[in-house]
């Protein structure tokens, strides 16, 4: 399971989709499934709209967080087409309800689509308000039983003590402990999807997706980013 941010999708403008960007992450993503891989991927949509922020500004937060579920769904369309432009089977599933544009979200039948070699693209999150993207790719992934997730970051290359944008000393974590990223507040996802991978034992790998070849290092079994789970 690969679990792509709008913030990706932006790449380095300010607002929106670049057409770049989306082009380079669906060629790595079909890189990745040329190994053989079931490759499933869950979409943000940070980079159109944010229900916590559109809340702050008076709006009501499942009403915002239907339109955020929207803005994923622009993503996924946009992948898509890239994917397909690239020759790559792929199906979009969306947990609301689009007929026109979008499969519904039927588990067997991502799981058949997977069989087959198929990217599967989840949008529109849960379906449900005041559940993020980061919950929607732990629970899609533990559906489908992927054997790890893949949390796809725009320029920074693993979990650090602190954020390295700002501090030049933050230290960058190899590996990690589940209860050791909840405890210590770290950045890597909202702390109900890290702890659904937690009581799962579902592995993360944190990583920049922007570095060259990195989806297919990790499936070929390398060491990249940081890897996080639990105590052996």
Known sequence: MLKISGESLKGDTPFGIDTT??????SQIGEAAK???EIAVVMGGGNIWRGEAAESRGMDRATADYAGMLATMINALALQDSLEQLGVDVRTQSALQ????????????????????????FAAGTGNPYMTTDTASALRALEISADVLLMAKNNVDGVYDSDPNTN?????FGN??????????????????????????LPIVVFN???????GNILNGQTVGTLISGRD
């Open 176 to 201: 990690l402990d589940y209860m050791d990223a909840l405890n210590k507040r770290l950045a890597v996802m909202d702390s109900t999807a890290l702890s659904l991978c937690m009581d799962n034992r």
């Open 21 to 26: 960007a989306v082009t380079y992450l669906a």
């Open 98 to 121: 689009m007929q026109a544009i979008a499969e519904p979200y039927i588990r067997r039948r991502a799981i058949r689509h997977l069989e087959k070699q198929r990217v599967v693209l």
């Open 35 to 37: 190994l053989g891989v």
């Open 209 to 215: 997706v922007f570095e060259p070849g990195t989806i």
């Open 168 to 172: 030049p000393s933050a230290v960058r």
